[in-house]
């Protein structure tokens, strides 16, 4: 288990972290997610050791890195968005030179090579200079030394980066099957890599915590604030006077047109199915498709990470209110037993 405790990064004025924190539990694959600059990689960095915090704590396995580094330190394998090769070695003599700084005994080195160099796919590059590596293969040499030691937390900061698609399903399966034995926390641009692998998502922006829960409750629970998909057999201009005509809608959007249909995303500050369903069947055009639209963890992303502190405050407030909700409701059916 990791925990984050009230973490802060301070340069001068500038907080590239800003009193976060969090929990990562045992067997997790956990996505930690932010636009550029949101102080993902200093996180990562303080929580190995390689940073220094200006406040906070970070415990690994119980232990804290700053008071206990090399018993935090042998917890943890990492691999940073810039992997730490050195190009005059053979894939084989790095990852021995990192067996040998991760203390590995002797007797089990040659054995743990082979199975990392299974695990990454890299046999046929072992005898290779580093230096003649594609990036994709030198991505992989830095996994490898991140597994080396099998260590109990795996930190993998950006671990697809220059992969073909190929080598990209490769490293997710990969990522799969170490999450069996071990915690792995993954840091991503891509979004559809996080929804594919990670059991829990972390957003942050500017340095700040903004929410934590799985890739699925993100996409409900933002889509909770009202949000439709409509499909009507009409020309888009009829069925938007009819739409425009209807109270309580707030915007709508244009999603596609057949020859005789139209898809619209209706925003509503309020249920008005039924007034939709009246309102088109006044109108003569029949309704082929009303159902609530939710959205994807690409737009919950977009809205709670956006430029704009309002948007994106409203974003946050929006998954606060439907958290408690759920947990208003959750209390009332436990009281009802």
């Known amino acids: 288990m990791i925990e984050v405790k009230n973490l802060v990064k301070r340069y001068g004025d500038h907080y590239a972290v800003n009193h976060l924190s969090f929990t990562v539990e045992d067997g997790q694959i956990f996505g930690f997610l932010g636009p550029n600059g949101a102080g993902k990689s200093t996180t990562m960095n303080i929580m190995t050791g390689y ?5 906070g704590q970070v415990l690994v396995e119980g232990h804290d890195i700053l008071e206990e580094p090399e018993a935090a330190r042998a917890c943890i394998g990492y691999l940073p968005e810039i992997p730490p090769l050195y190009p005059d070695m053979t894939v084989e003599e790095y990852l021995r030179f990192c067996a040998e700084l991760k203390k590995i005994p002797k007797e089990q080195r040659t054995d743990q090579l082979t199975k990392v160099l299974a695990l990454t796919h890299l046999e046929d590059m072992s005898a290779r200079l580093i230096r003649n590596l594609s990036k994709g293969y030198r991505q992989r040499v830095g996994l490898a030394q991140a597994i080396l030691g099998f260590p109990k937390i795996i930190i993998l900061d950006e671990p697809t980066v220059g992969l073909d698609p190929k080598q990209v399903v490769e490293i997710r399966d990969l990522i799969r099957h170490l999450a ?7 840091s991503s641009h891509i979004l559809s890599e996080i929804r594919a692998v990670c059991d829990r998502v972390l957003i942050i922006r500017k340095g700040r ?8 409750d993100l996409e409900e629970k933002l889509s909770a604030g009202g949000s439709l998909e409509l499909t009507a057999k009409a020309a888009p201009e ?21 020859e005789d249909t139209a898809r619209f995303a209706i ?3 309020r249920d008005i199915r039924e ?3 009246f309102a088109f069947a006044e109108a003569g055009l029949p309704l082929l498709e009303l ?3 939710t959205a994807s ?5 977009l809205d709670l990470t956006d430029d704009n502190d309002t948007v994106a405050a409203r974003a946050a407030a929006l998954f606060q209110t439907s958290v408690e909700t759920a947990e208003k409701e959750a209390v009332g059916d436990e009281s009802d037993l």
Do not use: S
């Not at 940073?51 to 406040?55: D, G, N, P, S, V």
């Not at 069996?180 to 993954?186: A, G, S």
């Open 238 to 258: 009829a069925a938007g006077a009819v739409l425009d005509r209807v109270a309580g809608i707030t915007g709508r959007t244009l999603l596609g047109r057949t």
């Open 267 to 269: 925003h509503m500050e």
């Open 297 to 301: 963890l690409e737009e919950v992303f």
């Open 291 to 293: 159902r609530p639209r």
């Open 51 to 55: 940073l220094a915090a200006t406040e």
């Open 180 to 186: 069996k034995d071990h915690t792995v926390i993954l």
């Open 209 to 216: 915590f903004v929410v934590c829960d799985t890739p699925e």
């Open 275 to 277: 007034a939709l369903f």
